[in-house]
């Protein structure tokens, strides 16, 4: 019974101790105007390996210019996997960016897997300036007449903008929208965004979406627009992004040596092993 207690009392003190598994990224690396068909070397970074920690990437991207500039860096760990994107179209000409926010914990370098997986020719071949050019031409009147404009719900002056937010929650079994075109007029200048779309991927295939549409032509909120435009936007724009790394059942895995870490856990069971044998010797 003594030897008994004396393992219990072994794997209590030993199991205090919970490592988790070491996790390498970039760290602090920031980097300027990459051609968006172009792969970023591993080495170009410092690398950091900690525990209980994630990837972190953020890039913007301008497809005007064809550049990528972000930054790389390692954070303490809240979650398996986040991939948020958001994209603004301005009424200045050609002025279309997108801002990606992603973190990773499923694997060593997972920051640079995801951003050499989107910055191939595919991305560099999407024409955005030519969908914001359709979508100004839909909602946008650049020398409007001095009349009142005619809102889904209200009359805007003549310089100012009728305005709609647009959400929606989308799931392997509902889909979702909430469309509001009740918000005030607004003014805004060429340098403002006219659409602003904000995408949010969770696991479990989980999609949130949420656009603020601004316009100046009659009856260009009402929801049949909105609708429209959204669906047109998710028809011609799309980041060709790697959703399946937001999957739950992703399974962890390492390419570096063994970590600290790590031969700390095998040190630790292999000396409840060694104790064992030792107390029914």
Known sequence: MMKLFGIFVLVFLLDKGN?????????????????????IPINVCKHQERDN???????????????????????????IA???TETKFKLKSNSVISTIWYTCTMSDFCDFEFINELLTNKLAQINATSLQQKLIDFLYTPIPSQINIQCSNRLCSW?????SDFRNIFTPQYNYTYIDGTLPCIQISQNDQFIKITQQ?????????????RCNVKQCNTDNIVSEVYTLIQNEFTLLLN????????????????????????????????????LFA
Do not use: H, W
């Open 82 to 84: 986040s991939l948020k």
């Open 53 to 79: 920690a994630q990837c972190s990437v953020i890039l913007v991207i301008d497809f005007e210019s064809q550049l990528v500039s972000g930054v790389l860096n390692i954070e303490n760990r809240y979650a």
């Open 159 to 163: 310089n100012s903008f009728c305005q």
């Open 201 to 213: 991927y969770l696991p479990s295939a989980v999609q949130l979406s949420e656009m603020n549409m």
């Open 19 to 39: 490592f988790i598994e070491c996790l390498r990224c970039a760290y602090d690396c920031p980097f300027v105007a990459f051609p968006l068909n172009v792969s």
């Open 243 to 278: 959703y399946s790394i937001l999957n739950l059942n992703t399974t962890f895995t390492t390419t570096t040596s063994p970590s600290a870490a790590s031969l700390l856990i095998l040190s630790k069971y292999f000396f409840i092993f060694l104790s064992i044998i030792i």
